[in-house]
């Protein structure tokens, strides 16, 4: 069984900073692709940034140049620096990894329980 938790969401104002920050636990061999998503009211769940094993990046257009992903594969734990934040930003947060588990050895994608940034004008 392998979890991952979210933690550094909440409010602030346009132009403010934030980080979020997600840690997997559990029966964990290793960790592949780790990523951020959001999902707005009344919107569908977007992928936001994601962070390969090797270190490769892929973010939205929306985000690109404001946000940055990053990882600590000692701690299997996935950031998101959030800079020059906007209201159109605001959303609830979901960290999302595809894992490999140690018993028994398999691939698993795992969702966070999401984490809420609002962004006031």
């Known amino acids: 069984q392998v979890q991952l938790v979210e933690s550094g969401g909440g409010l602030v104002q346009a132009g403010g900073s934030l980080r979020l920050s997600c840690a997997a636990s559990?029966?964990?061999?290793?960790?592949?692709?780790m990523g951020w998503y959001r999902q707005a009211p009344g919107k569908q769940r977007e992928l936001v940034a994601s962070?390969?094993?090797?270190?490769?990046?892929n973010y939205s257009d929306s985000v690109k140049g404001r946000f940055t992903i990053s990882r600590e594969d000692a701690k299997n734990t996935v950031y998101l620096q959030m800079n020059s934040l906007e209201p159109e930003d605001t959303a609830v947060y979901y960290c999302?990894?595809?894992?490999?588990?140690?018993?028994?050895?398999?691939?698993?994608?795992?969702w966070g329980q999401g984490t809420q940034v609002t962004v006031s004008p």
């Open positions: 962070i390969t094993s090797n270190g490769s990046t």
């Open positions: 559990g029966s964990i061999f290793r960790i592949n692709v």
């Open positions: 999302n990894a595809n894992i490999v588990t140690k018993i028994p050895i398999r691939s698993t994608n795992v």
